[in-house]
């Protein structure tokens, strides 16, 4: 069964140990808000983006399920986690380029990650062609027959930087590569980031009705596999096209009748702000 929007947004904010009434306070009533997240009532695109964003919910700001070493060393590897936990790219940067870093790599996986984290920090710091060429350099290192978890994140990440540059077919091209045979894949949840870049890529390049179904696949891959990860992203960016479409309650409720999201929303919807 799908995951309920308002059941994921209360985990959330029982994660950040935040109460109703915070959450709530601007947006809408807290009566409302414990509806929503009793999924009494579904929330119109509006106020969902305005809950997402004070839960701090980001479309780019994405962390792995499940990060990869790039060293033997553990101190290497958990100053990386905590790094990327933290969305500290800059800092990720700075890390990766010492010396010290890039002096114990390894052959194989290790040098295989450490240039996909190359290419996340090098992207989300503005630098895009250096971003292209650590990501191609990481592919380069991967020595598997069928493309692992790894590999098909740096052809994705790959797909995402040329659609950033509005380059289609570039970025149509390394999404075939991410998908080919995944389903051959032994499943992890860093999978569902693969659904989730590919939807940003469509709504990148203003595709929004594209991007709505790729995440409606997502969706369902990932709660196919009792999987939360990425949910909250994925149902925030599906706000944010419902509002690109100027669907307002109506218009919404249109969209569900022609199954762009009867699949993805179960509960009725509260009109009333």
Do not use: W
Not at 125 to 142: M, P, Q, R, V, Y
Not at 218 to 237: D, Q, V
């Amino acid at each position: 069964m799908l995951e309920k929007l308002g059941t994921l947004l209360k985990s959330i904010r029982h994660d950040q140990h935040q109460t109703q009434k915070s959450v709530a306070s601007g947006i809408c009533s807290q009566s409302m808000l414990s509806a929503i997240e009793n999924n009494e009532y579904l929330p119109n695109a509006a106020i969902f983006i305005q809950l997402a964003k004070r839960l701090n919910i980001d479309l780019n700001q994405i962390g792995l399920a499940n990060n990869f070493d790039i060293s033997s060393q553990k101190n290497f590897n958990d100053t990386l986690s905590k790094l990327c936990g933290e969305h500290k790219y800059q800092q990720l940067l700075d890390f990766l380029q010492q010396d010290e870093v890039i002096d114990q790599l390894e052959e194989g996986t290790q040098t295989q990650a450490y240039y996909y984290y190359l290419a996340v920090a090098q992207m989300q710091t503005g630098h895009t062609d250096d971003a292209f060429t650590s990501g191609k350099l990481s592919i380069a290192e991967a020595n598997d027959r069928e493309p692992s978890t790894l590999t098909r994140l740096a052809y994705i990440s790959l797909a995402y930087a040329h659609a950033t540059q509005h380059k289609g077919k570039l970025a149509r091209a390394n999404q075939d590569l991410a998908f080919n045979n995944l389903e051959k894949l032994k499943y992890d949840e860093d999978q569902n980031i693969l659904f989730y870049l590919a939807a940003l890529i469509d709504y990148e390049l203003q595709d929004y009705e594209g991007s709505a179904n790729k995440l409606k696949d997502g969706i369902k891959f990932i709660t196919s596999h009792n999987s939360h990860y990425m949910l909250a992203n994925s149902y925030y960016l599906l706000s944010l096209i419902a509002e690109k479409l100027n669907n307002d309650v109506e218009k919404i409720e249109a969209s569900k009748r022609s199954n762009l999201f009867t699949d993805l929303y179960e509960e009725n919807v509260f009109e009333d702000i």
